[in-house]
């Protein structure tokens, strides 16, 4: 395929115009980010969005790769001598991989088969001779061709050998099993079995144990549990082809396809018999067992794409979440027994204090006073209080600080800890804070992730901050390759301080290695602040390919140039000149001014480089110069009273704050150290196929408690505030038939969610309204 007619494809699949796409790839091919393109090049690619050319660049390294091997294979091909005309058209037309390989499978290089050792040893005659004249009596015939030096032993080892010779060439046939793969895809079910013996071991798959679904329609987070079922040797998968069966067929109905497709009719014929055998062993030695691992493939691969889509959207969620801003902070990380950890860091994240306290184990006293002196000592206007064990525990006792010192007046904010011990054990934390307890350096991470998540969390693995479906089921490579697009596509869309961003954050701006991230940091720690953005030319490494890129990207406050605080690009700057001396304005007057600026006519200041898009970019900042595009800081407020299982009662109505969306529900947390369940079908009063599209991560919402299990620790949670406990059984099973599991009453056990005594949580067995619980059960931290 030739790269017109691949730009056209892309283009038909992005609902763009070819010459978008054609503009797009030379800007990727000469190593534009997708970033600097989407912000900065609009009258370029006509204004494509950074979500249309992240697909772009998946589709084209996908067509990329696919036109490589397709080089390979003709070559490989033509080197046989066995590259005919119409097979080199098939081989160029196709744009499936999977096809690709089809047409390749007669002439792959193998291993000597069963049925080349055949064919050497004389018998294809034999095979072609029963075939074609079913009149002949395969016995009689066999009968020439039988001779011991060639290890023909006899009549029936000439029969084997000729079936061979045949069932590997029908296996081979492309179109066959284009036709097979497709009835499967669409007919054939996936059937999970528990190994015997293995039933108490694998409880928590017990949902699977006699299970059987249509394989198109296996969502992704059933297809995962039983994947990660056979791999822990408790499940045995396999596919039925003829599910419309209570019993295996004598002849499956994919036997009468190969028929059909060879154009093979029966009539007692004396070699009918061998012929019909010939197709039994297609099928079930050849076709089902190579399509079988084939369709299983596809399916973890749908699968997978989809658990990593989810985990990217709750990722790009939870960074874009709305930050508590320049404000002194106290992060406190709680704990039973072992203390809660203090740390205060000042506007700019900057750590100023530390200490702790124990003031759940009789020092009550001593914990406040300490705990206030702080707060009025560094004039603290929030604390952030970590959500794990002793949490609510916690914000109990400041709430008591607040009553005891009148003068302690910071908004108290429970905070995910998500990943902050991971942080706190890193090389990372380890180089920032050198003399610093493991202990102290979470809480510091806890009060600067209200401050500003995004700054905070780039520090961490997305991994490990719990957001993900199955995370440890999928391909790792390709977890963290779109989990990096989506933290770069988000530091980027926020904008990064230049005088106060660390390395981890630097490095996620487009154009910026770890080495320039890192030279960055030295020049400012050797020269004091930036004051203009053209000093990152004098940035070891940093040239001007790279100033390109990120430059736009770069804040600089109270700088020079009051421009280097926004999004205008610095190649950009004399379309700003030109636009002051229109409106005779100096840029502090005009900046902020709508009146003036939307007066303007923006085509007024277009030239040969910079295009009307751009233009009316730079008007739009300039009316709201350096606006932050994450939502306003609000918080969930927990229930007071309400802080364990124990004391949730159904009907009772919470707020809380979303923690996770699969694509069965969302978990959200209420402050009782275990996350509710809310299904799919209870997210809204009309019917959703997709939870992302009602909620997200972080967002506050108020829920009903529907049920609780106690025993297995799990809430089962409604946002239909009208629903009542009860009906929720009766409601999912005319409403969400296609998400439950078939034929598998029992429910599985949970794993453990979240680390310091958080969990994922789901209604208890005896509900139906939790039918997939299991999903759950591997869900956050999995």
């Given at each position: 395929?030739?790269?017109?007619?691949?730009?056209?494809?892309?283009?038909?699949?992005?609902?763009?115009?070819?010459?978008?796409?054609?503009?797009?790839?030379?800007?990727?091919?000469?190593?534009?980010?997708?970033?600097?393109?989407?912000?900065?090049r609009?009258?370029?690619?006509g204004?494509?969005?950074?979500?249309?050319?992240?697909q772009l660049?998946?589709?084209?390294?996908y067509l990329?790769?696919?036109?490589?091997?397709?080089?390979?294979?003709?070559?490989s091909?033509?080197?046989?001598?066995?590259?005919?005309?119409e097979?080199?058209?098939?081989?160029?037309?196709?744009?499936?991989?999977t096809?690709?390989?089809?047409?390749?499978?007669?002439?792959?290089?193998?291993?000597?088969?069963?049925?080349?050792?055949?064919?050497?040893?004389?018998?294809?005659?034999?095979?072609?001779?029963?075939?074609?004249?079913?009149?002949?009596?395969?016995?009689t015939?066999?009968?020439?061709?039988?001779?011991?030096?060639?290890?023909?032993?006899?009549?029936?080892?000439a029969?084997?050998?000729?079936?061979?010779?045949?069932?590997?060439?029908f296996?081979?046939?492309?179109?066959?099993?284009s036709?097979?793969?497709?009835?499967?895809?669409?007919?054939?079910h996936?059937?999970?079995?528990v190994?015997?013996?293995?039933?108490?071991?694998?409880a928590?798959?017990?949902?699977?144990?006699?299970?059987?679904?249509?394989?198109?329609?296996?969502?992704?987070?059933r297809?995962?549990?039983?994947?990660?079922?056979?791999?822990?040797?408790?499940?045995?998968?396999?596919?039925?082809?003829?599910?419309h069966?209570?019993?295996?067929p004598?002849e499956?109905?994919?036997?009468?396809?190969?028929?059909?497709?060879?154009?093979?009719?029966?009539?007692?014929?004396?070699?009918?018999?061998?012929r019909?055998?010939?197709?039994?062993?297609?099928?079930?030695?050849?076709i089902?067992?190579?399509?079988?691992?084939?369709l299983?493939?596809?399916?973890?691969?749908?699968?997978?794409?989809?658990?990593?889509?989810?985990?990217?959207?709750?990722?790009?969620?939870?960074?874009?979440?709305?930050p508590?801003?320049l404000?002194?902070?106290?992060?406190?990380?709680?704990g039973?027994?072992?203390?809660?950890?203090?740390?205060v860091?000042?506007?700019?994240?900057?750590?100023v204090?530390?200490?702790?306290?124990?003031?759940?184990?009789?020092?009550?006293?001593k914990?406040?006073?300490?705990?206030?002196?702080?707060?009025?000592?560094?004039?603290?206007e929030?604390?952030?209080?970590?959500?794990?064990?002793a949490?609510?525990?916690?914000?109990r006792?400041?709430?008591?600080?607040?009553?005891?010192?009148p003068?302690?007046?910071?908004?108290?904010?429970?905070?995910?800890?998500?990943g902050?011990?991971v942080?706190?054990?890193?090389?990372?934390?380890?180089?920032?804070?050198?003399?610093?307890?493991?202990?102290?350096r979470?809480?510091v991470?806890?009060?600067?992730r209200?401050q500003?998540?995004?700054?905070?969390?780039?520090?961490?693995?997305?991994?490990?901050?719990?957001?993900?479906?199955?995370?440890?089921?999928?391909?790792?490579?390709?977890l963290?390759?779109?989990l990096?697009?989506?933290?770069?596509?988000c530091?980027?869309?926020?904008?990064?301080?230049?005088?106060?961003?660390?390395?981890?954050?630097?490095?996620?701006v487009?154009?910026?290695?770890r080495?320039?991230?890192?030279?960055?940091?030295?020049?400012?720690?050797?020269?004091?602040?930036?004051?203009?953005?053209s000093?990152?030319?004098?940035?070891?490494?940093?040239?001007?390919?790279a100033?390109?890129?990120?430059?736009?990207?770069?804040?600089?406050?109270?700088?020079?140039?009051?421009?280097?605080?926004?999004?205008?690009?610095?190649?950009?700057?004399p379309?700003?000149?030109?636009?002051?001396?229109a409106?005779?304005?100096?840029l502090?007057?005009?900046?902020g001014?709508?009146?003036?600026?939307?007066?303007?006519?923006?085509?007024?200041f277009?030239?040969?480089?910079?295009?009307?898009?751009t233009?009316?970019?730079?008007?739009?900042?300039?009316e709201?110069?350096?606006?932050?595009?994450?939502?306003?800081?609000?918080?969930?407020?927990?229930?007071e009273?309400?802080e364990h299982?124990?004391d949730l009662?159904?009907?009772?109505?919470?707020?809380?704050?979303?923690?996770?969306?699969?694509?069965?529900?969302?978990?959200?947390?209420?402050?009782?150290?275990?996350?509710?369940?809310?299904?799919?079908?209870?997210?809204?009063d009309?019917?959703?196929?997709?939870?992302?599209?009602?909620?997200?991560?972080?967002d506050i919402?108020?829920?009903?408690?529907?049920d609780?299990d106690?025993?297995?620790?799990?809430?089962?949670?409604t946002m239909?505030?009208?629903?009542?406990?009860g009906e929720?059984?009766?409601?999912r099973?005319?409403?969400?038939?296609?998400?439950r599991?078939?034929?598998?009453?029992?429910?599985?056990?949970?794993?453990?969610?979240?680390?310091k005594?958080?969990?994922?949580?789901?209604?208890?067995?005896g509900n139906?309204?939790?039918?997939?619980?299991?999903?759950?059960?591997?869900g956050?931290?999995?």
């Amino acid at each position: 395929m030739m790269n017109e007619p691949m730009n056209r494809l892309i283009a038909g699949e992005l609902k763009a115009r070819p010459e978008q796409v054609d503009a797009a790839i030379r800007l990727l091919d000469e190593g534009n980010t997708v970033p600097f393109i989407s912000r900065y090049r609009k009258e370029v690619t006509g204004g494509l969005d950074d979500t249309q050319l992240r697909q772009l660049e998946t589709r084209l390294g996908y067509l990329r790769e696919l036109e490589e091997r397709r080089q390979t294979i003709l070559k490989s091909i033509d080197e046989q001598g066995k590259l005919t005309a119409e097979l080199s058209g098939a081989i160029n037309g196709t744009l499936s991989k999977t096809e690709l390989e089809d047409l390749y499978l007669p002439f792959k290089p193998k291993r000597r088969t069963r049925g080349q050792i055949a064919i050497e040893a004389g018998l294809e005659p034999l095979a072609q001779s029963l075939w074609q004249d079913p009149s002949q009596l395969p016995e009689t015939l066999a009968a020439q061709y039988v001779d011991a030096d060639k290890g023909i032993a006899d009549t029936k080892a000439a029969l084997d050998g000729a079936r061979y010779i045949l069932m590997e060439r029908f296996s081979e046939d492309a179109a066959l099993l284009s036709k097979v793969r497709d009835y499967l895809w669409k007919n054939a079910h996936l059937v999970a079995r528990v190994i015997p013996g293995k039933e108490e071991e694998g409880a928590k798959f017990r949902d699977y144990f006699a299970h059987q679904e249509p394989l198109s329609q296996v969502p992704s987070h059933r297809a995962l549990a039983m994947f990660r079922g056979r791999n822990e040797g408790i499940l045995q998968l396999a596919l039925n082809a003829d599910p419309h069966h209570d019993e295996p067929p004598k002849e499956s109905y994919c036997e009468q396809m190969i028929s059909d497709h060879l154009q093979v009719r029966f009539n007692q014929a004396p070699a009918d018999a061998w012929r019909k055998a010939v197709i039994n062993w297609t099928w079930r030695i050849k076709i089902l067992l190579h399509l079988e691992t084939e369709l299983m493939g596809s399916i973890r691969e749908k699968a997978e794409e989809e658990a990593i889509n989810v985990f990217a959207r709750n990722m790009h969620d939870l960074l874009m979440a709305a930050p508590a801003g320049l404000r002194a902070t106290m992060g406190l990380d709680p704990g039973l027994r072992t203390g809660v950890k203090v740390a205060v860091v000042d506007a700019t994240g900057k750590l100023v204090a530390y200490d702790q306290i124990y003031p759940h184990t009789g020092q009550t006293a001593k914990a406040a006073a300490t705990v206030a002196a702080l707060c009025v000592k560094h004039q603290v206007e929030l604390v952030a209080i970590g959500n794990g064990t002793a949490s609510r525990e916690t914000e109990r006792f400041f709430a008591e600080v607040q009553k005891q010192y009148p003068a302690v007046n910071a908004q108290k904010v429970i905070v995910s800890e998500a990943g902050a011990s991971v942080y706190s054990a890193s090389e990372l934390a380890a180089q920032e804070f050198p003399d610093l307890d493991v202990s102290i350096r979470g809480a510091v991470s806890i009060a600067r992730r209200l401050q500003d998540p995004l700054a905070e969390l780039v520090k961490i693995d997305p991994k490990s901050i719990g957001v993900g479906q199955y995370q440890h089921d999928v391909s790792q490579s390709q977890l963290a390759k779109k989990l990096d697009t989506v933290v770069e596509d988000c530091v980027n869309a926020v904008g990064v301080d230049l005088n106060t961003a660390s390395v981890p954050l630097l490095v996620r701006v487009a154009g910026l290695t770890r080495m320039m991230a890192q030279n960055i940091v030295n020049w400012r720690d050797e020269n004091g602040r930036f004051v203009e953005r053209s000093q990152l030319l004098k940035i070891g490494r940093l040239g001007p390919k790279a100033f390109e890129q990120c430059a736009g990207f770069l804040r600089i406050n109270q700088g020079r140039n009051p421009l280097d605080a926004s999004t205008v690009h610095p190649e950009s700057y004399p379309v700003v000149e030109r636009i002051l001396q229109a409106t005779t304005s100096t840029l502090e007057q005009l900046m902020g001014n709508s009146t003036t600026l939307r007066s303007l006519d923006a085509a007024r200041f277009t030239d040969e480089r910079v295009g009307l898009p751009t233009v009316n970019d730079i008007i739009r900042e300039l009316e709201k110069p350096g606006r932050d595009p994450r939502p306003e800081f609000k918080t969930a407020t927990f229930a007071e009273g309400v802080e364990h299982l124990q004391d949730l009662t159904l009907g009772m109505i919470l707020e809380g704050t979303v923690t996770n969306v699969t694509n069965f529900g969302a978990f959200v947390d209420i402050g009782v150290h275990q996350d509710g369940l809310v299904h799919i079908s209870s997210l809204s009063d009309k019917f959703i196929d997709d939870p992302h599209k009602v909620v997200k991560a972080g967002d506050i919402v108020k829920v009903k408690v529907m049920d609780v299990d106690l025993a297995r620790k799990r809430i089962a949670l409604t946002m239909r505030l009208d629903e009542q406990p009860g009906e929720t059984s009766a409601r999912r099973s005319d409403r969400d038939n296609s998400d439950r599991p078939r034929n598998n009453p029992g429910r599985p056990t949970p794993r453990s969610g979240q680390s310091k005594g958080r969990q994922n949580s789901q209604a208890p067995a005896g509900n139906s309204a939790f039918g997939d619980a299991l999903a759950a059960a591997f869900g956050k931290k999995s």
